[in-house]
């Protein structure tokens, strides 16, 4: 039995401008203590697909089952089972944190978690702002109090959507190292993130999502493999030649382009010394998940 069954989901929002199609049939099934990866640009699909899985939003059409309960049919039994970390701050303002932790495991009906309560706030870095009101947490404190919450109640699987949006190094790191724990201990994770290099280090299995499909599904060794196999770096002020442009990924200076082996990166040399570009700070390295994400939707871009 799956973790989480996403059969052909579709959800069609109805705006002033009439009806929009956020999600188009979309299936998955994310197996028992997978670490599993959520992809896309804003606006695929994402927080759609988890505001179904969490009940808080009814598909269209097709069904979420978590380890074999309907989040439809069975909300209680599938939402105990869920811990979710929303991608909006949302708390009461009146809650100190640890109230705001007790109230939670009142919700699910645990009691005397006093000492999950004290490991959750500690693994957080929130031991110090126990007794602090809601309010007078930051951005960032305020993230930590919303995946403590969500754990509360030690739920076979997580759900993080976007969790270090906003927060900084060094809790990211706290954070990944924690979740990670959770999950060699058995947890199932599903995560979203624009973050590539976290996915990339932390997901054994994706998803990328574009326009309410599902575009990729791949183990993350696999679609590592499956880029090219090195990318050529380097700065410039000056534009580049059209036949180079054209494989090239640009971030203000900075200029990336994909390439198969020595020789490719010969050739692409060869045509920027042509074009009379020379480039600074040249550097070869291993593609990495950024790299397949963007072919992947550009290829998408051209085939739709
Ligand atoms: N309540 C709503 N009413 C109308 N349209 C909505 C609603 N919620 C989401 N959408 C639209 O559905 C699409 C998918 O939104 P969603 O929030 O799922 O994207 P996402 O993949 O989570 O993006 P991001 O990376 O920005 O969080 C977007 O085009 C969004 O504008
Ligand atoms: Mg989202």
Redesign the pocket.
Known sequence: MSAVSFQSISKT?Q?PKGA?Q?LNHVSLDIEEGEFFGLL??????????ISILAGLSRPTSGRVLVQGSDVQADYAAARRKLGIVP?ELVFDPFFSVREALRFQSGYFGVKNNDAWIDELLHSLGLADKAGANMRQLSGGMKRRVLVAQALVHKPPIIVLD?PTAGVDVELRQTLWHFIAKLNREGHTVLL?T?YLEEAEALCSRVAM?KQGHIVKLSPMSELLKSASANVLQFKTDAALPPAVAQRARVTGRIVQIPAQDAGDVERLLAALREGAVVPEDVEIRRADLEDVFIHVMNEQGAAS
Do not use: I, R, S, V
Request: proline share 5%.
């Open positions: 929002y705006t929009f956020a896309g640009p804003n606006g695929a699909g994402k927080t759609t697909m991608q976007e979203t624009h999502l």
